[in-house]
């Protein structure tokens, strides 16, 4: 209703502040969605309890499967256009084509999850994103 104030962002832990920091810029570069200075992983893959900056509270982040999906998807793009390019244009031997597709597969694969389970974690944090709840909502109008 247009005489109706907005009180969806009242149960937030943000409240009406808005972040200073871009979701993307924090994503791409794999640092702290609140402060975007402290980094997001303890090593490799595992997301850190908290920030070592800030002490945001980072051990709520869960990007779920969506980070595995599309790189699993890109991947098996790249891959097999590449694949084609190096047996068709240069003619390489299969144990060549095998070596050289494994290694760009693992690393691009590694390398991808880490940006994709950021930005995943950083737009969770933008948008206040968290598991859904049953409640009862009866009001009384």
Known sequence: MAGQA??????????????SVSPYKAGLHARCP?????????????VRDQC????????GA?????????????????????GFLVVGAFGWPLWAVAMTLFIFIVGGSVW????????????????DAREGSLRDDTRDE
Do not use: W, Y
């Open 62 to 82: 869960d990007p779920g499967d969506g980070a595995q999906v599309f790189v699993i998807l890109i991947m098996g793009a790249l891959s097999a256009l590449l």
């Open 112 to 127: 991808m999850l880490r940006i994709f389970k950021a930005l995943l974690i950083a737009l969770q944090f933008h948008h």
């Open 6 to 19: 907005d009180t969806n962002n009242t149960e937030t832990d943000r409240g009406q502040s808005f972040r």
């Open 52 to 59: 070592d900056i800030c002490g945001f509270d980072l051990s």
């Open 34 to 46: 609140n402060c975007g200075e402290g980094k997001l992983f303890v090593n490799g893959l595992a």
